[in-house]
């Protein structure tokens, strides 16, 4: 998915961005659940990530947009 959104000039910059967000991301959940779950008990860490989980499928749902079977010009330009 994230090799299509970005335009083919910047695709490779895009991507890398992308990856370092993810990696990072992955890496403060990972760090930061062990402490979490000290502070504030297991149910709630797991009702918060749980709530971000809802949270990011309402933004899929709405803002990410559709590419099945569109071209890569197409998803270009809805995109732009």
Do not use: D, H, Q
Request: hydrophobic letters at 60%.
């Amino acid at each position: 998915m994230i090799s299509e959104v970005f335009p083919l000039r910047l695709r490779g910059r895009g991507l890398g961005v992308a990856v370092l967000v993810k990696f990072g991301a992955n890496a403060l959940v990972t760090f930061a659940f062990s402490p979490l779950k000290a502070w504030l008990g297991a149910g709630i860490v797991f009702y918060v990530f749980g709530v971000i989980a809802i949270l990011s499928l309402f933004f899929i749902f709405f803002i990410v947009p559709e590419t099945k079977g569109l071209t890569l010009e197409e998803i270009a330009a809805k995109c732009l």
